[in-house]
């Protein structure tokens, strides 16, 4: 007989693959749970965290948490070097990782009824999203928060805390991506830049502030989406299909990226490596999508 593994060593690898989906943008942390079938397990334990059962929920969360923090750790560094020299080629990897995983999302709404409202309910998801990066170029946000990160003032704080609650959305809606919320509106590399620690006391206070927003819109979301999945399961995905095509818009266009194109580091390199990175995304992608419609156990478990 086949020895199972022990279920918080298994959780905790599901954690560090979860880690990894919250830190590289394009792939989706709510997708990761629910194609390991710990979609509720996870959503149920975060929304009833603060009852009766806190202790229950608490130890339930804890394998998670770890590995979530370990692949953290493991790769906050490396992006952060390479979105400083070659932006443009990571942002296409990135790019063929969503379109290439799509599949996740439309066959979950394949052979449903389909109704208007959730066409208009991915037109407006859709919309809101390309808006956050095409506002970005007109607005001229990007140099906005590079100065606000630059001389810190007092509500640079506040705005962290409530970027960090909105981008917990990408961490629990099937694929939809935190950190690719984050790139769109500018935020991924200064966020990521407060781990050099060049500023320690403002730099810690400032990475405590997004994971307190974080982990209260990680429990905001996880109540949301454990209602919508269970009572309008269709509509929310047509939902997160539009956030997701919204954001392959704002991601590359976006004051952030615009700045870059225009610099010196956008160079022929950067231009050859992009097209071929961003098919490297799309294969890797595919062959995620492949290998979760080969073992549809995922997909029993995930809705037990």
């Known amino acids: 007989m086949k020895k199972k593994m022990p279920t918080p060593i298994k959780d905790g690898i599901i954690g560090f693959a979860f880690g990894l989906a919250a830190i590289i943008p394009g792939i989706a942390g709510g997708t990761i ?33 770890i590995g979530a923090i370990l692949a953290f750790a493991a790769l906050v560094l490396p992006l952060n070097m390479a979105m400083e020299n070659c932006m443009f080629a990571i942002v296409c990897l990135f790019a063929g990782l969503i379109i290439g995983t799509l599949p996740t999302i439309t066959d979950k709404i394949k052979g449903k009824n389909h109704h208007g409202r959730h066409f208009i309910a991915l037109g407006i998801c859709l919309v809101i999203t390309a808006l956050i990066g095409v506002l970005s170029v007109i607005l001229r946000t990007n140099a906005t928060i590079d100065d606000m990160f630059a001389n810190r003032p007092w509500y640079l704080y506040l705005v962290t805390a409530i970027v960090g609650f909105i981008c917990a959305s990408g961490l629990i809606v099937p694929g939809f991506s935190g950190s690719m919320l984050l790139v769109a509106i500018c935020f991924y590399q200064p966020i990521l830049s407060l781990f050099k620690f060049n500023n320690v006391g403002s730099d810690i206070a400032l990475i405590f502030i997004f994971l307190v927003g974080a982990i209260v819109g990680f429990i905001f979301f996880s109540k949301i989406m454990n209602h919508y999945i269970k009572t309008h399961e269709t509509g929310t995905y047509y939902a997160s299909l539009g956030l997701i095509i919204g954001s392959l818009v704002a991601v590359f266009v976006n004051g952030k990226m615009f700045d870059y194109i225009k610099s010196p580091s956008f160079d022929l390199l950067d231009q050859i490596l992009g097209p071929c990175l961003f098919v490297v995304g799309l294969v890797l992608g595919y062959l995620f999508v492949i290998y979760i419609r080969k073992h549809p156990e995922f997909e029993e478990n995930a809705e037990n």
């Open 33 to 65: 749970l629910l194609i390991t079938g710990v979609f509720k397990k996870v959503t149920g334990a975060v929304s009833n965290l603060f009852t009766k059962n806190f202790w229950r929920n608490f130890l339930i969360l804890i394998p998670f948490v």
